[in-house]
């Protein structure tokens, strides 16, 4: 497996989907291009409703447009950072995935996205 072929690492910031994994299960991530809406569901596999969403009906509209860390973590296009180290130290997360992986040693960059987020109400009745 190539290194470079990589499509991300998950959870290593301490963003949503780390932080308040109880009740975040997926987000819906979109873009345009002035023309079109592109839409895909990003699932939160350290959600412990991960398994249930991941076997839910909520996923057929989005078809093949579901992001699952851990199926391309599977295809070895991912790394997952799924340990509770403090994420505003890279050190110690880079040193983790590193070891989990068998990498050779990893560094960071950031790009530059714009997001948003709204936390639903639970449907009670």
């Known amino acids: 497996m190539r290194e470079d072929l990589r499509s991300g690492t998950y959870y290593f910031r301490n963003a949503d989907f780390f932080r308040r994994a109880e009740v975040i299960d997926g987000a ?3 873009h345009t ?3 079109s809406i592109f839409a895909k569901l990003c699932l939160n596999s350290l959600s412990p409703r991960y398994e249930a969403l991941r076997r839910s009906a909520v996923l057929q509209p989005f078809g093949s447009a ?4 851990i199926i391309l973590e599977a295809e070895g ?3 997952i950072l ?3 180290l403090d994420r505003k130290n890279e050190g110690p997360l880079l040193a983790y995935l590193q070891e989990k992986y068998g990498t050779a040693p ?3 960059f950031d ?3 714009t997001n948003a ?9």
């Open 117 to 125: 987020a709204i936390l639903l109400p639970k449907n009670e009745p």
């Open 77 to 79: 296009t991912a790394f």
């Open 82 to 84: 799924d340990c509770a």
């Open 33 to 35: 291009d002035g023309k």
């Open 66 to 69: 579901v992001e699952d860390p």
């Open 106 to 108: 990893l560094m960071t």
């Open 28 to 30: 819906i991530v979109a």
């Open 111 to 113: 790009l530059g996205y």
